[in-house]
């Protein structure tokens, strides 16, 4: 049985095909963390979690890697009193 999945810029369902026969490669982003952690840094793990799961359970041998923004700068520059004179949530 093959997969389909929506393209959205042909706006059609569209045969999964893999570049190499058997193997898929996922670059995900990943949360952007510089404030408190919130759902939506979830959101992403889950749901990329879910299609990897659902890959590997259809046969393919998935290689899944994710991101972390690193912002240390911003969060030095707001620690300091940046960001128009008011500091970020972290710092209050």
Known sequence: MEI???NTLSRKKEQFKTLEP????????GPTVYDKAHVGHAMSALVFDIVRRYLE????????????????????????????????????
């Open 4 to 6: 389909k999945i929506y």
């Open 22 to 29: 058997g193997k898929v490669s996922m670059y995900v982003c």
């Open 57 to 92: 359970y259809r046969g393919f041998e998935v290689r899944h890697v994710t991101n972390y923004t690193d912002v240390d700068d911003k969060i030095i520059h707001g620690g300091r009193g940046g960001f128009d004179g008011n500091r970020p949530a972290l710092y209050r």
